[in-house]
């Protein structure tokens, strides 16, 4: 069973789950199946996890597979480092299909103790950053992560210069800058 609608204009859409179910009439489930969280990393400005048909993986790997958009470009990560506006948008994004996870999951036939995250790309950098936060292991979000491609220790991963590119998006929109 797949279950997610098909965007033809995904620029705003965030916070949209996708899911792939593992059904088949033949089979008696036993159990719950184990939960695969994949998140896209083309890159920190543009994708969608509505990309990815994981209803293969889903069915020969006996799995519920959930597929993920969150928030890209300056609505991701934009910071001006000075508190104002804090950043890593995309990481909240992503703790919150993992609460969604664990509050809905189980309604599909996945097992909210056996959470894996798989990214690739860029997004591992996001991953790597929830394997050391407290508020996602402590709570048991998930249980694995499988990073391809990247860390938070990467150099693509974060930059030296935060608020000169806040200023130059301040800028660019004709909004001003209070030093």
């Given at each position: 069973?797949?279950?997610?609608?098909?965007?033809?204009?995904?620029?705003?859409?965030?916070?949209?789950?996708?899911?792939?179910?593992?059904?088949?009439?033949?089979?008696?489930?036993?159990?719950?199946?184990?939960?695969?969280?994949?998140?896209?990393?083309?890159?920190?400005?543009?994708?969608?996890?509505?990309?990815?048909?994981?209803?293969?993986?889903?069915?020969?790997?006996?799995?519920?597979?959930v597929t993920i958009n969150y928030r890209l470009g300056p609505l991701g990560f934009l910071s001006t480092q000075d508190g104002t506006i804090h950043g890593n948008f995309a990481v909240l994004d992503i703790m919150a299909a993992l609460h969604w996870i664990q509050i809905n999951i189980k309604s599909f036939g996945g097992n909210l103790n056996n959470?894996?995250?798989?990214a690739e790309g860029h997004a591992t950098s996001l991953v790597h950053i929830l394997l050391v936060t407290p508020v996602a292991t402590v709570n048991h979000l998930f249980n694995k992560a499988i990073l391809v491609g990247g860390s938070s220790f990467a150099t693509w991963a974060t930059t030296d210069h935060p608020t000169y590119y806040a200023k130059l998006l301040a800028d660019a929109l004709n909004c001003s800058v209070v030093d």
């Amino acid at each position: 069973m797949f279950v997610c609608t098909y965007i033809q204009n995904d620029d705003e859409v965030v916070l949209y789950v996708c899911m792939f179910v593992h059904t088949n009439d033949d089979e008696v489930n036993e159990g719950l199946l184990p939960v695969l969280l994949f998140i896209h990393g083309y890159n920190f400005e543009e994708g969608t996890g509505n990309a990815y048909d994981a209803s293969v993986i889903s069915s020969f790997g006996r799995m519920v597979v959930v597929t993920i958009n969150y928030r890209l470009g300056p609505l991701g990560f934009l910071s001006t480092q000075d508190g104002t506006i804090h950043g890593n948008f995309a990481v909240l994004d992503i703790m919150a299909a993992l609460h969604w996870i664990q509050i809905n999951i189980k309604s599909f036939g996945g097992n909210l103790n056996n959470v894996t995250l798989l990214a690739e790309g860029h997004a591992t950098s996001l991953v790597h950053i929830l394997l050391v936060t407290p508020v996602a292991t402590v709570n048991h979000l998930f249980n694995k992560a499988i990073l391809v491609g990247g860390s938070s220790f990467a150099t693509w991963a974060t930059t030296d210069h935060p608020t000169y590119y806040a200023k130059l998006l301040a800028d660019a929109l004709n909004c001003s800058v209070v030093d």
